[in-house]
Nanobody
Framework: QLQACGGGLVQAGGSLRLSCTSS????????VAWFRQAPGKEREGVSC????????YYADSVKGRFIISTDNAKNTVYLQMNNLKPEDTAVYYC?????????????????WGQGTQVTVSS
């Protein structure tokens, strides 16, 4: 029910914006997140938000470079990724779950997108 897109190949220092849309529910009352998984590595929670104060989280590895946002009118969640680094290379997944405090614990998310590949060249 979630569709992620926007990945691609970009040089280090470049930017990409990932989008995630839902076909079955609205994001407005959900906690939404972006995860990523690089080859040979565990899935990592990158960012999440529930659109209320104090519910936005960023992993230290992306803090100051990535921005999560939601557009309720378009029912879309975005991940703006700036100053990309080769270590950001991974498949990125969007996820949604019941609204709550900020957490990127995967078991809290019961809707997942199919993933979009982000490759950053040095």
């Amino acid at each position: 029910q979630l569709q992620a897109c926007g990945g691609g190949l970009v040089q280090a220092g470049g930017s990409l914006r990932l989008s995630c849309t839902s076909s079955g529910f609205t994001f407005g009352n959900k906690r939404v997140a972006w995860f990523r998984q690089a080859p040979g590595k565990e899935r990592e929670g990158v960012s999440c938000t529930a659109n209320t104060a104090g519910t936005t989280y960023y992993a230290d590895s992306v803090k100051g470079r990535f921005i999560i946002s939601t557009d309720n009118a378009k029912n879309t969640v975005y991940l703006q990724m700036n100053n990309l680094k080769p270590e950001d290379t991974a498949v990125y997944y969007c996820a949604a779950g019941l609204r709550g405090l900020r957490s990127v614990k995967p078991t809290l998310y019961n809707y997942w997108g199919q993933g979009t590949q982000v490759t950053v060249s040095s």
